[in-house]
């Protein structure tokens, strides 16, 4: 295993974490299977993975429920004397916080979940933009000063889906983040806070977590043939995953990727690619670019977020509901958008809340028919939540 330093936390990290949102299960999203995820631990561990990433919603039967990825693994560290070997990395669930005494409720609850004393990396989860001035309002970051003093939490950070300008505002606001997990693969460079959040990470020495870097595994799984005829191109052959991780691992902007494993055999595969150096060279580089070119070219429509069709007098969020779509049309699959489609979009700014008015088709520069392209994405996604 190879291992980077977690910015200026001074954690030493293998580069390759454990993202524990997406253990395999029995029959429903909150019954792990926990044999086989305790095999899956216990190998990655023992093959040198030091850091696993979890939150409080993770495996629940709802997405902000009370999940049992934490109880588990809690119940695995516990009873196989891995505590101290392990970085554990958690989240405070952001959105449900009302009053102040909420942060230290819920971190209480969550230390008793994974039966630990401290948690090596807490975050905020999946901040947004109404989610961080809610929080902020409420001395989030008092709550944290405390945390810290308290030994309850030994470096803090956060997670997001928010564009760049505000991802940069959030950082600035407080001296003391050390750890920022944000989505990144190389088809999405410019997607939320991308490479120009990496790069400002890198610039003030904060830790860089990676999600999605095979984009829910939709980069792995049933390539279509133009992309595959273009890997086939290159002199160094490598699978899709290989592709997908080294193109991270080749950023010095990029610290620890947290990969979702669901069995034993992509823990093994993916611990093989982190334990190898591999450059992608320049020519390959290019290879990536164009692979990216071309599953673009499978969008759903035109948009460009210019933006002139905002706002909207009802409320639609039309770029974000297009972008979603957008990204899971390209992938051929609602899952692949269907959780950041309804979490990150407030219920009243979906597409079904479009009502046809007509007034944002004038100014749209592609020509795009908005409440049209709307109506397919009410009906590519749905009204509610039901993609685990």
């Known amino acids: 295993m190879l291992y980077n330093k977690l910015g200026k936390s001074g954690l030493e990290v293998s580069r390759l ?45 709802e997405l902000d429920g009370n ?66 001035n809610r929080v902020n309002n409420l001395d989030v970051l ?35 983040w050390e750890v920022v997990l944000t989505q990144m693969n190389y088809l999405d460079e410019y997607y939320q806070s991308g490479i120009m959040g990496l790069n400002y990470l890198k610039e003030i020495n904060v830790g860089s977590m990676i999600m999605e870097p095979l984009r829910g595994g939709r ?19 490598r699978t899709p995953v290989e592709w997908a991780l080294q193109y991270l691992w080749n950023r010095d902007d990029v610290d620890c990727v947290l990969s979702g494993m669901t069995s034993l055999e992509q823990v093994k ?14 020519s ?47 992938m051929g699959d609602p899952k692949a958008s269907a959780m950041q489609y309804f979490t990150l979009i407030d219920d009243d700014s979906r597409a079904d809340s479009c009502i046809d008015c007509g007034e944002c088709i004038p100014y749209c520069t592609q020509m795009i028919n908005i409440p049209e392209e709307l109506q397919k994405v009410y009906e590519y996604f749905g009204s509610e939540f039901d993609h685990f």
């Open 269 to 282: 595969e993916n611990v093989k690619i982190a334990s190898t150096e591999d450059i992608i060279s320049e």
């Open 142 to 176: 008092d709550f944290l000063d405390d945390c810290l003093a308290s030994g309850k939490v030994k470096h803090v950070g956060f997670s997001s889906h928010i564009e760049v300008d505000y991802f940069i505002e959030i950082l600035d606001e407080y001296p003391k």
């Open 219 to 237: 980069l792995v799984n049933n390539i279509p043939e133009e992309v595959q005829r273009l890997w086939n191109t290159s002199e160094v052959k």
């Open 67 to 132: 999940g049992n990825s934490e109880r588990f693994i809690g119940k695995f560290l516990k009873e196989n004397s891995y505590r101290d070997e392990i970085i554990l990395s958690t989240k405070s669930p952001s959105w449900l916080m009302e009053e102040k005494g909420d942060f230290e409720r819920y971190l209480d609850i969550q230390l008793d979940k994974l039966q630990t004393d401290y948690i090596d990396v807490y975050m905020l989860h999946a901040l947004t933009v109404p989610d961080w």
């Open 284 to 330: 390959d580089q290019e290879l990536i670019r164009e692979v990216a070119r071309t599953y673009r070219s499978f969008l759903g429509n035109r948009c460009t977020r210019c933006g002139y069709c905002m706002p909207c007098p009802e409320g639609v969020d039309i770029i974000n509901c297009f972008t979603e779509y957008n990204i899971a049309h390209m």
């Open 17 to 61: 974490g454990f993202g524990a949102m997406r253990l395999p299960t029995i029959g429903s999203n909150d019954n792990i299977d926990e044999t086989e995820a305790s095999k899956m631990f216990t190998y990655g561990i023992e093959h040198g993975i030091n850091l696993i990433d979890t939150a409080y919603p993770y495996h629940s039967k």
